[in-house]
């Protein structure tokens, strides 16, 4: 399976751009949305975040109290080290097995701080990073959210630098402007990746013919 990494900053669209590639007919997986799965009440998730932090981490209904931990963690490092340890390699497990079903040629793995942790990078044969200039992305969080554009600011502040996401990148979708001048961008993208996930299987099996 071909697996390629999509990320960007807060704001930046990485969503939008997923749900257009998974129109196309490509697998996703999004890693905060296992991550939530995998903390409700019931799940290993949430039995690791609470034998990490006890009831303190708990609402009044036993669900994790996730504003809670989301503020420890950004005012406290080493509240959100043991955070990551409890519940990274339930994720990367939980991921690994999502990508065995997949059928298409290839798929996307939507990590938000997939430079920023980098636990997840040796999964992915190529990173797409979504972009947009920054006070649009503080616009779009300020829209959807109601956090107050310092709030945002200081999110961002956490994340790897515009620049320096954009260096790293295989891949840049400019998600600048509006939804629709991503499908150009993405129909792009998917015939490339269709392209390199048949180039990588049929070496895999000349190497399986020459065994």
Request: charged share 25%; proline share 5%.
């Given at each position: 399976?071909?697996?390629?990494?999509?990320?960007?900053?807060?704001?930046?669209?990485?969503?939008?751009?997923?749900?257009?590639?998974?129109?196309?007919?490509?697998?996703?997986?999004?890693?905060?949305?296992?991550?939530?799965?995998?903390?409700?009440?019931?799940?290993?998730?949430?039995?690791?975040?609470?034998?990490?932090?006890?009831?303190?981490?708990?609402?009044?209904?036993?669900?994790?109290?996730?504003?809670?931990?989301?503020?420890?963690?950004?005012?406290?490092?080493?509240?959100?080290?043991?955070?990551?340890?409890?519940?990274?390699?339930?994720?990367?497990?939980?991921i690994d097995d999502v990508?065995?079903?997949?059928?298409?040629?290839?798929?996307?793995?939507?990590?938000?701080?997939?430079?920023?942790?980098?636990?997840l990078l040796g999964r992915?044969?190529?990173?797409?990073?979504?972009?947009?200039?920054?006070?649009?992305?503080?616009?779009r969080v300020v829209a959807?959210?109601?956090?107050?554009?310092?709030?945002?600011?200081?999110?961002?502040?956490?994340?790897?630098?515009?620049?320096?996401?954009?260096?790293?990148?295989?891949?840049?979708?400019?998600?600048?402007?509006?939804?629709?001048?991503?499908?150009?961008?993405?129909?792009?993208?998917?015939?490339?990746?269709?392209?390199?996930?048949?180039?990588?299987?049929?070496?895999?099996?000349?190497?399986?013919?020459?065994?």
């Amino acid at each position: 399976m071909y697996v390629v990494g999509l990320t960007g900053g807060i704001g930046s669209g990485k969503s939008e751009a997923a749900r257009r590639f998974a129109a196309r007919g490509a697998d996703v997986v999004d890693a905060d949305a296992v991550a939530h799965a995998l903390s409700a009440r019931g799940e290993p998730g949430h039995a690791a975040v609470l034998a990490a932090f006890g009831p303190a981490c708990l609402r009044e209904d036993g669900e994790l109290d996730r504003d809670w931990l989301r503020q420890q963690a950004f005012a406290d490092p080493a509240f959100r080290a043991t955070l990551e340890q409890a519940l990274h390699p339930l994720i990367a497990a939980r991921i690994d097995d999502v990508v065995a079903g997949w059928r298409a040629p290839y798929g996307i793995l939507m990590v938000p701080l997939l430079y920023e942790k980098g636990g997840l990078l040796g999964r992915v044969g190529r990173v797409a990073v979504v972009d947009c200039p920054e006070a649009e992305q503080v616009r779009r969080v300020v829209a959807r959210s109601g956090l107050a554009p310092d709030a945002v600011r200081a999110i961002m502040a956490t994340q790897l630098s515009r620049a320096a996401r954009l260096a790293r990148a295989d891949d840049i979708i400019d998600n600048s402007g509006s939804p629709e001048a991503l499908d150009p961008q993405i129909e792009r993208l998917d015939r490339e990746y269709r392209a390199l996930a048949g180039a990588r299987s049929s070496e895999q099996d000349g190497r399986i013919r020459a065994q």
